[in-house]
């Protein structure tokens, strides 16, 4: 059975710092290309980073760059997303997911953890 | 690429035909997916590709269009469909992007 399972989401100060993680299982994660997408309450879906499955690229959303940083541990099957400088509107529900890159290099988001809120607030 | 859906929500009964519309701001294949999330819940991917089913997704679900113009139907409205459903595109990575999403509720 594939789960994806987040933490490290919660409350934290404007201009603070959270670190999430997501732990895989059931499926070959090391040979997965990995991203976050995030979600704001009561809106829609935004794709915030991907790190391919060997660390070689790693792309951002722009509201995010230089502020979030994407990393795995293939060792660990985790995908981690640490977030710098958090801003009130990087409050969100905050899913890992697996960019899986079929034939002709279509790609979907075919497994998807519960999520973690993370709320940035004073 | 922007995707815009339409509309932004519906209300339909059980039994119903339903068709929810995606368009990209430019030419993208076939390369979009659909997804459903019911409240509180993680989304689902329900079909690939414009068109490919998902296994385990009801065939009551089926998806077509391409290049900019595409639509997900469901032919005959299930309790268990009420839900949002969200287009995305994969033809661009940079960024990958989802349409607003369609809210299929009870009338």
């Known amino acids: 059975e594939v789960q994806l399972v987040e933490s490290g989401g919660g409350l934290v100060q404007p201009g603070g710092s959270l670190r999430l993680a997501c732990a895989a299982s059931?499926?070959?994660?090391?040979?997965?290309?990995m991203s976050w997408v995030r979600q704001a309450p009561g809106k829609g879906l935004e794709w915030v980073a991907t790190?391919?499955?060997?660390?070689?690229?790693?792309y951002y959303v722009d509201s995010v760059k230089g502020r979030f940083t994407i990393s795995r541990d293939n060792a660990k099957d985790s995908l981690y997303l640490q977030m710098n400088s958090l801003r009130a509107e990087d409050t969100a529900v905050y899913y890992c997911?697996?960019?899986?890159?079929?034939?002709?290099?279509?790609?979907?988001?075919?497994?998807w953890g519960q999520g973690t809120l993370v709320t940035v607030s004073s | 690429i922007q995707m815009t859906q339409s509309p932004s929500s519906l209300s339909a009964s059980v039994g119903d035909r339903v068709t929810i519309t995606c368009r990209a701001s430019?030419?993208?294949?076939?390369?979009l997916n659909w997804y459903q999330q019911k409240r509180g819940k993680a989304p689902k991917l329900l079909i690939s590709?414009?068109?490919t089913l998902q296994s385990g997704v009801p065939s009551r679900f089926s998806g077509s269009g391409s290049e900019t113009d595409f639509t997900l139907t469901i032919s005959s409205l299930q309790p268990e469909d009420f839900a949002t459903y969200y287009c995305?595109?994969?033809?661009?990575?940079?960024?990958?992007?989802f349409g607003g999403g369609t809210k299929v509720e009870i009338k």
């Open positions: 997911a697996r960019l899986y890159y079929g034939d002709s290099d279509y790609s979907s988001f075919d497994y």
């Open positions: 430019q030419s993208i294949s076939i390369y």
């Open positions: 995305q595109q994969s033809y661009s990575a940079l960024p990958l992007t």
């Open positions: 059931g499926f070959s994660f090391s040979t997965s290309y």
């Open positions: 790190k391919k499955h060997d660390g070689s690229e790693t």
């Open positions: 590709t414009a068109s």
